[in-house]
């Protein structure tokens, strides 16, 4: 089982930055962040191969987030640039044992570990 560790989520005005963090116990092939809103279906933010370094993005954030990992490849990180009030919502780590399709990335189905979550909230 490997775990996953959130931080570095907050509240910011609406234009600023926000770096969030992912610390996991172990190696996975596939590490995206994901983010829910009440009533709103858990929506793919970002996420990175560990094997290839292909990247995908939702539209709304291309441009304004990056996503990145550490030289191991056990820790991911969001760095959220020109943060909008639609922004807020809860960010969560996702983690995969396999490779994904490049369409299935930002999927959050079958994702095999989740971590707890971390509160962004932007104010305008």
């Known amino acids: 089982q490997v775990r996953l560790e959130e931080s570095g989520g907050g509240s910011v005005q609406a234009g600023g930055s926000l770096r969030l963090a992912c610390a996991a116990s172990?190696?996975?092939?596939?590490m995206a962040w994901f983010r829910q809103v009440p009533g709103k279906e858990r929506e793919g933010v970002a996420a990175?191969?560990?094997?290839?370094?292909?990247?995908d993005y939702t539209d709304s954030v291309k441009g304004r987030f990056t996503i990145s990992q550490d030289n191991a490849k056990t820790t991911l990180y969001l760095q959220m640039n020109s943060l909008k009030p639609e922004d807020t919502a809860m960010y969560y780590c996702?983690?995969?044992?396999?490779?994904?399709?490049?369409?299935?990335?930002?999927?959050?189905?079958?994702?095999?570990?989740w971590g707890q979550g971390t509160q962004v909230t932007v104010s305008s």
């Open positions: 172990g190696f996975t092939y596939t």
């Open positions: 996702a983690a995969d044992s396999k490779v994904r399709a490049r369409s299935m990335m930002l999927v959050p189905n079958d994702y095999d570990y």
């Open positions: 990175i191969s560990s094997v290839s370094s292909r990247v």
